[in-house]
């Protein structure tokens, strides 16, 4: 493996009309720390995101440890080595406790790791079973902070850690410990690239960067980080952590379950069951409609994590974001199941797990309209959902299909 | 006094060429034989809605050259089409739309078929059309928006042989092809006089359109650009 983990290499990115990075190189070697600073609005967190593969480049290439990871082509592949992302917003899920939280950043390194030391250290061991949203600003940030650290406090391997204002809101201590950890780190020849005004941090540099030119400087030598993880792979972890998230707020239930059930509702309002019996295609529609307006509220795990760009986070660490692919598909049965007794009066299972099917894609569907507007810069105020009537004609057409059974 | 660009004076050709047909069909064309629709009379709104199809696809065009130029080259003349597309797809599809929804309401007894293949695919590039124009409204001018709305500009186009070849291959509710379809789609001379003076005033109207909008895309730029430089920006 190669010593250098971080390779910027002649990226180019705009923001808006403007090019705010032109030709731009970095190479970071282990146990190096470079700190960007400078006036706001240089494209210190622009290098950050752009290394975390978050900002699509106009010319260039990012490497982690000598592997592509982003270019300018499109390209992105998930890289080989977990990194770890401190972004300026905290890119936390409020629902979830810390432990869970940082477990999370743990089982994507595939180690698991005693947590409580690093907890006491910032003074969080305390309220590690509270939700983030109980926590104070100051605190989230803390929480925000450790899960950038983790990936390389648990790994024998030199690891990249990218850290976007990591000292923002943080008290005095947090700070000297923060300080200390990244000393600490750098010395088992794990990597840094933080931005930061805060000249305190500075001394932990090895280099320090204007954008413009580096310079390079003694850091301070400290015994190295020596507590390690042990390995703990969590298979199809997308899954399960949507899974976690629906499980701990009821967000599917909340959305689009009282959505389906609302309009078999509203179709009860209109129709006696009994009196359409005849009409075939009518009651199937009747029958499968549910399953589409679960689709048609769209994934509710995805709306969550736009909370503190949790979705951006996600998104630079895994190519595949947790979603709600099994909670719709089962939905899609249940509710199917549920509209079959009140229109039809019995059972068919063949329809049930066509609309557990339709469930699924229709949320697959309108997961992939959200995810394609990320990029943009309120990408919850675009009129997405506009396109959504693409899912009625062959919603339609399987409805047909299934009177025919 | 205050000088006429080619913009404004195509949109005037356009808009006098768009009446005389709407006074055309209602006045002149001959009436369709009352065996052939369940509502004749209603007929005659297929001056407008053929011809703004017409123009409909001709601005679907533009709006893929434009988001292909963006994607591809960059260009900023590509981005102007793209903004011009967009804007006139919405307003001809519109009217595309509403015209057929009042015909059908008349000849079919329901404004709308949704397993109609034709009327989906259209109705479907009018809500992209409506996507990218409220889109971008929502959205800061940059290189992030540019290339997201080109992309739906440049997929969206997929719907476009779609509805071209719909009532060829699936013809459910709407209408076969009434030029260029064969034996049953030739028009008397007078209905095919008033449908050409049609599609020839909406595309008149739509290139004035198309450049009147390019223009004020090329202000609002120049005025971004000002405002950027005051406020001291990269």
Redesign the interface.
């Known amino acids: 493996m190669s010593d250098v983990l971080l390779e910027l290499d002649g990226i180019t990115i ?7 990075l032109s030709d731009f190189n970095l190479e970071l070697n282990s146990g190096e720390c470079i700190i960007l600073h400078g006036k706001n ?1 240089t494209g210190k967190s622009t290098i950050i995101e752009a290394a975390a593969r978050l900002i ?1 480049m ?1 010319k260039g290439e990012v490497r982690h440890h000598g592997q592509l990871v982003c270019d300018s082509e499109g390209r992105r592949k998930k890289p080989v080595s977990p990194f770890g992302l401190t972004l300026q917003s905290n890119g936390l899920v409020a629902s979830q406790t810390i432990e869970n939280h940082l477990q999370t950043v743990c089982a994507i390194s595939g180690l698991d790791f005693d947590l409580v030391p690093i907890l006491d250290a910032y003074g969080l061991s305390h309220r590690r079973h509270d939700k983030i949203a109980h926590l104070s600003g100051g605190q989230q940030r803390k929480v925000s902070v450790i899960s950038g650290l983790i990936p390389a406090m648990l790994s024998k391997e030199s690891r990249l850690i990218l850290l976007d204002e990591p000292d923002s809101g943080l008290d005095d201590m947090s700070i000297e410990t923060l300080k200390t950890h990244i000393n600490q780190l750098r010395n088992a020849g794990h990597s840094f690239l933080i931005a930061t005004h805060d000249t305190r941090l500075f001394q932990c540099a090895t280099s320090l960067h204007d954008i413009k030119q580096e310079t390079r400087q003694t850091a301070i030598k400290c015994e190295p980080w020596t507590g390690f993880g042990t390995p703990a792979e969590v298979p199809f972890l997308a899954t399960k952590m949507g899974w976690r998230y629906n499980a701990s707020t009821l967000i599917s239930i909340q959305r689009n379950w009282l959505s389906a059930l609302l309009v078999i509702g509203c179709l009860l309002a209109l129709y006696e069951p009994l009196s359409i019996k005849d009409q075939e295609i009518l009651v199937m529609g009747f029958v499968l409609a549910p399953a589409l307006t679960i689709g048609l509220v769209g994934d509710s795990v995805i709306s969550m994590l736009y909370e503190q760009r949790a979705i951006d986070w996600w998104r630079a660490q895994v190519n595949m974001v947790p979603n709600s692919n099994l909670e719709a598909l089962l939905s899609g049965c249940i509710l199917t199941l549920f509209s079959m007794q009140v229109f039809l009066q019995y059972m068919d299972w063949r329809i049930i797990l066509i609309g557990g099917l339709i469930g699924l894609l229709s949320t697959f569907s309108l997961r992939l309209l959200q995810l ?2 990320l ?4 990408s919850n ?4 959902r ?2 959504t ?2 899912l ?2 062959p919603w ?2 399987v409805v ?1 299909y299934c009177t025919t059974l | 006094m205050m000088r006429v660009g080619h913009g404004e004076l195509l949109l005037g050709t356009g808009f006098l060429g768009v009446m005389t047909t709407l006074y055309l069909a209602l006045n002149w064309a001959p009436s369709v034989s009352i065996d052939a629709f369940a509502s004749p009379a209603a007929q005659r709104i297929f001056y407008w809605h053929v011809p703004s199809a017409w123009a409909a696809f001709i601005a679907f065009s533009v709006l893929f050259t434009g988001s292909a130029m963006w994607i591809f080259k960059r260009s900023p003349l590509g981005w102007k089409l793209h903004v011009a597309g967009s804007e006139a797809s919405l307003a001809c599809g519109l009217m595309t739309v509403w015209s057929g929804c009042v015909w059908g309401a008349a000849e079919w007894g329901t404004p709308w078929d949704w397993s109609d293949v034709r009327l989906n695919t259209f109705g479907l590039l009018t809500l992209l059309a409506l996507f990218l124009v409220l889109g971008r409204q929502s959205q800061p001018d940059g290189i992030e928006s540019r290339d997201t709305f080109s992309t739906f500009g440049l997929y969206g186009f997929i719907l476009v042989p779609i509805t071209y070849v719909a009532t060829r291959i699936w013809q459910i509710r709407h209408p076969g092809p009434v030029v260029g379809g064969g034996e049953d789609s030739s028009l008397s001379s007078d209905m095919g006089l008033v449908l050409l003076i049609g599609a020839i005033s909406f595309t008149i109207l739509i290139a004035g359109h198309i450049v009147m909008s390019a223009k004020i895309t090329e202000y609002e730029q120049r005025l971004e650009k000002l405002q950027n430089h005051i406020d001291g920006g990269f």
Do not use: D, K, Y
Not at chain 1, 14 to 20: D, H, P, T
């Open positions: 705009r923001r808006g009309i403007e090019v705010v609005g699509p106009e394609s507007t990029r943009l810069a309120r105020a675009v009129f997405i506009l396109l009537p693409i009625i004609l339609a057409m047909e």
